[in-house]
């Protein structure tokens, strides 16, 4: 029988990655994120996050940011680099 993947909640999501849970839910809509409904709920899996944040990560090296952290960026000033 195949492992039952670790779910994340929005809230855990945008903690996270210190957004705002509207970020996440845009990140979702947008298919940036790929999340997965249950009844109401919206969750995502552990392996999807850290799969976004690689791709970030990944994209701030290509831009020649130093960290390679998008996240530490952000709190640095360094705009994005869309």
């Known amino acids: 029988m195949n492992e039952i993947p670790q779910l994340l909640s929005v809230w855990q999501c945008a903690e996270a990655l210190g957004v705002s849970t509207w970020t996440i839910?845009?990140?979702v809509r947008s298919r940036q994120?790929?999340?997965i409904h249950i009844g109401r709920r919206?969750?995502?899996e552990a392996s999807e996050l850290q799969r976004f944040v690689e791709a970030h990560r990944k994209a701030a090296t290509k831009s020649g940011h130093q960290n390679g952290s998008w996240r530490e960026n952000?709190?640095?000033g360094i705009?994005?680099?869309e």
């Open 74 to 76: 952000r709190i640095a």
């Open 33 to 35: 994120l790929t999340g």
């Open 79 to 81: 705009p994005d680099c």
């Open 25 to 27: 839910r845009h990140l």
């Open 42 to 44: 919206l969750l995502v």
